[in-house]
Structure formats: structure tokens, C-alpha cells
């Protein structure tokens, strides 16, 4: 379907013109239409499907057809982090360049002159407000943010803005809005804590479910089976045979990052290293260099896995496996992308094992498995209990006739209790 064929504003088509946008992807099919028709939207979705545009477009359409009221916010969109809110507006500004449509990233880790900024966009009425929700709703708190005209309320990401603990914060600016605001929810997945703020929020909401995506044919995919102490010797390796150029490494902790940002700045190349610890100002520099190619390695938690947008990652690591499967397409998705080629490789201890089994049910096929390197000495054998979630392991023998023995002798120890207990009730 061409968007010319469901948004009506001819400004907003020319903006799409200019940007090469001319087919819709099934998300924004799916969606544009009965956010026109003022419905509310629960819509399931990965990041790369075109999400963004799906719910920007048709809020910027109807503003653009006017009717809303003039120096008052009309839009609030929340996002989990700083990067996506920043990249949400950019995104922002690219649709309406024809247009008076005016908006405003708000989020934290800024100097005094940027919150100035923040705070006189949100007291004039920016139409549009793009936040993290700490942020907001520290600026609700001041007293000078008004939300009781906002037509629209999108969250963006929501698992994982739950997952980063915002619920209460989410429930908290949204009963400053009015009841009848169109509200539209975006999830990567949809698990129980979703659905339950979906039936608070939403009016009977259409419900947009897309198959979660499989990575591009063009990433090369492989794991190594290894105990945790040959990771960082892995990697080295591999850096070795092939010098980086742009590489993400994703680890599963801030405390894990730091450690493997000083160990890998001893080899020959630029690493930074990203996670919450850094002020916005330090992140943007971070990614900044990257951009550049003065940085060949970033190590990074999960807050790189969504909200990027560099075209020409040529490897991803998963240091750590990610929890959920779908974590790791996210991960691996910032590789390959514009029809470049890719590799992404995953590090799987023995405890791990039981999460690249969901990972490769979510895939419908097997990771290739790599040889660890024989200078790192004998990798574990991958577990056969593959859903256990290492803790299937075998008991010995002995342990295993000495539980069978205890517990043969319990039914008697038990009875003797019982008897002695009915014998002091009837005595009563």
C-alpha cells in the first residue's frame, strides 16, 4: 500500500516525498488507518519494522489538518532512553519540514542551558513532546507542564520501559491527561505486565500483532560453547585474525562493561564503553566517534540494542546471552542493515545453554557452533538438559542411593508423627 493512498495532507505527502518514502511496511499499514479513524492502537512490534513512522505520521497528519489547539502540547510520546527520544525527534522533523509542526526531545543528563530549553518548549505548548518518563514527570512536578489538551499519548517500547521500572511513572503523567485522549502502545513483546496496562490505558484498542521478524540472511550467525573464564580470550582472538573496524560488543551489566572496556583498551584499537553511568553529553560523544570511525569497538549494555541508527556495523558480539530471545534479535539486528553483510557471535557458558535453545526455537533453526581455540585449553561439552536453565545437572551416584535411602525411612518417621499427634487430640 502507498501512503498516498491513506494520509490525506498534502504537505505531509511531500515531506515523504522528499525522504524516498513512497510504500508503507506492514506495521504502518496496519496501524495509520484507525489511528485516522481515532482508535486506540495495541500493536506488537520489533524495532526495524517502521514503527516510528507508524504512529508519527498520522498524529502529524491530523495536526497538520488543523482544528487542535494553538500553544499547547497535543502529542506526548514516551520513550525508555535518551538515544530513542532524541531519534524519535529527528525522525520528527524529517516528516514535517513542510509544516508548523513544532517538538521537543525532553530527557535527563543535560546541562542548565538544555533544561531552560526543555522547560520553555513544554510551557509555551510544544505540539509534539518526545520524553523519557523520569524527565517529564519531573517537569510535571515544577508545575508548568500542562497536559490537559494532549490529543494523543504513544508509548514507544513499552516492555522495556516497564523492564527499566517506569510503570508507576507512565501511570502517573497519564492520569494528567484527559480521559478522552487517543492513546497507542508499541511493544516489542507482549507479556503479562503489558496486557495489564493496556486493559488500564486503552479503550477497546485495535490490536496489531506482527510475527517477530528472523534476522537478515545476510548476517552470519555462530556461538561459541565456553566457560566464562575463555570469553574475553575468545574475543581477542577474533579481533586478532580480523582487526575491527565497527563493532558492538553487548554485555549483560554496567559493572561487566567497565571491566571489559579497561581490559580491551590495552590492545591496539579505540574502545568506548556505553551504559547508564554516562551523562547525555558522554554518550553522544561516544556514538559521535563511532559515527566517524575514530572508535572501533564499543563494549555496551542492552541501552544500544534499540534506538540506533548506524547503517554499517560489521559485527556484533553477545558477550553475554541475552535474557529474552527476542533481545538478541534486536542485538544482532544492528548488523547487516542496507543490504551490507554482517556477523554476530554469541558467547554461551554451560549456564546459558538453555538460552540459545529458546533463541534457536524463536529462529526455527540451529546457531552454528565454533571451535574454542586450543591455546584457551578444553571448552565444556555443550548440556544435554537443554531447558534447564543450568541447573540440570547430574548427581552422582552415591548422593542419588543416599537421597533414595533417606527418603525410604520417611513415610515411617512421618506416620509415627501423625499417630502421636491423633493421640494427644483424643486425649484432649
Given at each position: 500500500m502507498r501512503f498516498d493512498e491513506i494520509l490525506t495532507n498534502?504537505?505531509?505527502?511531500d515531506g515523504l516525498w522528499d525522504m524516498h518514502f513512497d510504500e508503507c511496511t506492514p506495521i504502518q499499514e496496519h496501524t495509520?488507518?484507525?489511528?485516522?479513524?481515532?482508535?486506540?492502537?495495541?500493536?506488537?512490534?520489533?524495532?526495524?519494522?517502521?514503527?516510528?513512522?507508524?504512529?508519527?505520521?498520522?498524529?502529524?497528519?491530523?495536526?497538520?489538518?488543523?482544528g487542535f489547539p494553538e500553544n499547547a502540547v497535543n502529542c506526548v510520546v514516551m520513550?525508555?532512553?535518551?538515544?530513542?527520544?532524541?531519534?524519535?525527534?529527528?525522525?520528527l522533523q524529517g516528516f514535517a519540514y513542510f509544516m508548523p509542526v513544532s517538538s521537543i526531545a525532553v530527557y535527563g543528563g543535560t546541562d542548565g542551558h538544555t533544561y531552560e530549553q526543555q522547560r520553555k518548549s513544554l510551557k509555551m505548548g510544544a505540539d509534539v513532546v518526545i520524553a523519557t518518563p523520569g524527565r517529564l514527570l519531573a517537569h510535571l512536578s515544577m508545575g508548568y507542564v500542562d497536559l490537559s489538551k494532549v490529543s494523543f499519548f504513544i508509548l514507544d517500547e513499552a516492555d522495556r520501559m516497564l523492564d527499566m521500572g517506569f510503570y508507576e511513572d507512565i501511570m502517573q503523567i497519564f492520569s494528567h491527561l484527559p480521559k478522552e485522549v487517543q492513546v497507542m502502545m508499541f511493544s516489542a513483546t507482549m507479556p503479562p505486565k503489558i496486557q495489564q496496562m493496556a486493559r488500564k490505558i486503552l479503550k477497546n484498542p485495535v490490536e496489531i500483532k506482527l510475527a517477530v521478524s528472523k534476522p537478515a540472511d545476510k548476517i552470519k550467525q555462530s556461538a561459541y560453547i565456553c566457560y566464562e573464564t575463555q570469553k574475553t580470550g575468545i574475543l581477542k582472538k577474533l579481533f586478532k585474525d580480523e582487526p575491527p573496524k565497527r563493532v558492538i560488543v553487548f554485555s549483560g551489566s554496567k559493572l561487566k562493561v567497565k571491566q571489559l572496556a579497561r581490559e580491551f583498551r590495552k590492545l591496539p584499537f579505540k574502545v568506548s564503553e556505553m551504559h547508564s553511568d554516562l551523562d547525555q553529553q558522554q554518550r553522544d560523544n561516544v556514538m559521535l566517534d563511532f559515527k566517524a570511525g575514530k572508535t572501533q569497538v564499543i563494549i555496551a549494555t542492552d541501552i544500544l540494542s534499540r534506538g540506533i541508527d548506524i547503517d554499517d556495523i560489521e559485527m556484533v558480539v553477545n558477550y553475554d546471552v541475552p535474557h529474552d530471545p527476542e533481545d538478541y534479535i534486536h542485538r544482532i539486528g544492528r548488523t547487516a542493515r542496507a543490504d551490507r553483510d554482517g556477523r554476530a557471535v554469541t558467547f554461551i557458558s554451560p549456564e546459558e545453554n538453555f538460552r540459545l535453545r529458546r533463541i534457536e526455537r524463536l529462529l526455527e533453526k540451529e546457531v552454528p557452533r565454533e571451535p574454542v581455540p586450543a591455546e584457551l585449553g578444553e571448552a565444556p561439552k555443550e548440556n544435554a538438559n537443554k531447558e534447564t536453565g543450568g541447573k540440570g545437572r547430574r548427581r552422582n551416584p552415591a548422593a542419588r542411593n543416599r537421597n533414595r535411602k533417606r527418603n525410604s525411612q520417611t513415610p515411617r518417621s512421618s506416620s509415627k508423627a501423625k499417630s502421636r499427634t491423633s493421640e494427644a487430640k483424643s486425649t484432649k
Open positions: 498534502d504537505e505531509v505527502l495509520i488507518p484507525p489511528v485516522l479513524e481515532g482508535h486506540d492502537i495495541l500493536a506488537c512490534a520489533q524495532t526495524g519494522t517502521g514503527k516510528t513512522a507508524a504512529y508519527l505520521l498520522p498524529v502529524i497528519n491530523e495536526l497538520a489538518e488543523g520513550a525508555p532512553t535518551r538515544e530513542l527520544a532524541q531519534q524519535i525527534d529527528r525522525q
